[in-house]
T-cell receptor
Framework: GIQVEQSPPDLILQEGANSTLRCNFSDSVNNLQWFHQNPWGQLINLFYIPSGTKQNGRLSATTVATERYSLLYISSSQTTDSGVYFCAVADYTGANSKLTFGKGITLSVRP | KAGVTQTPRYLIKTRGQQVTLSCSPISGHRSVSWYQQTPGQGLQFLFE???????NKGNFPGRFSGRQFSNSRSEMNVSTLELGDSALYLC???????????FGQGTRLTVV
């Protein structure tokens, strides 16, 4: 099956700093999503981005499908950005809704 | 529109018992997928139901089963609970054609 690797596994930032989170995947995908898991466990949708670039406020994401990676950018980080960020992909197997997750990136933003 | 609703939010069960979890997807979504999250294994796919049929299945024992009703609501059942089944169970709702999936708040199951 498809493999998903996220890096770095842990990231510690001072408030106001910028960061880049990376997701590599091993095969062609028809779905790529970035999530932020809140302290209560819910996965919050950040981006649905199988290809191209999107921006939402201080967050932006880029997926280069031909090179099999995606990047999540966080600018001017805030303490509320802390938590675990997951990348998840679905491969090209028909109308495939099965998501394969990376192990996550734990971000800590210090005041 | 309403999001994905999972019930109950928390459960404590004893080894050997069985448990049923429920997931109501976003209105109009026909696909419901279930995932298990544990500290050791991360987020793992259990199975997907689409239009009342299991369309995809992960590598979990037969003790884990599910079903989907005509209104797209889904239930997941775990029989003969083991300590290792303690986990956060998340369900995802989507239209089923590989587009964006949305998750519920999860059910945290503790087996004692």
């Amino acid at each position: 099956g498809i493999q998903v690797e996220q890096s770095p596994p842990d990231l510690i930032l001072q408030e106001g700093a910028n960061s880049t989170l990376r997701c590599n995947f091993s095969d062609s995908v028809n779905n790529l999503q970035w999530f932020h898991q809140n302290p209560w466990g819910q996965l919050i949708n950040l981006f649905y981005i199988p290809s191209g670039t999107k921006q939402n406020g201080r967050l932006s994401a880029t997926t280069v499908a031909t090179e099999r990676y995606s990047l999540l950018y966080i600018s001017s980080s805030q303490t509320t950005d802390s938590g675990v960020y997951f990348c998840a992909v679905a491969d090209y197997t028909g109308a495939n809704s099965k998501l394969t997750f990376g192990k996550g990136i734990t971000l800590s933003v210090r005041p | 529109k309403a999001g994905v609703t999972q019930t109950p939010r928390y459960l404590i069960k004893t080894r050997g018992q069985q448990v049923t979890l429920s997931c109501s997807p976003i209105s109009g979504h026909r696909s419901v997928s279930w995932y298990q999250q544990t500290p050791g294994q991360g987020l793992q796919f259990l199975f997907e139901y689409f239009s009342e049929t299991q369309r995809n299945k992960g590598n979990f024992p037969g003790r884990f089963s599910g079903r989907q009703f005509s209104n797209s609501r889904s239930e997941m059942n775990v029989s003969t609970l083991e300590l290792g089944d303690s986990a956060l169970y998340l369900c995802a709702s989507s239209s089923g054609d590989g587009t964006e999936a949305f998750f519920g708040q999860g059910t945290r199951l503790t087996v004692v």
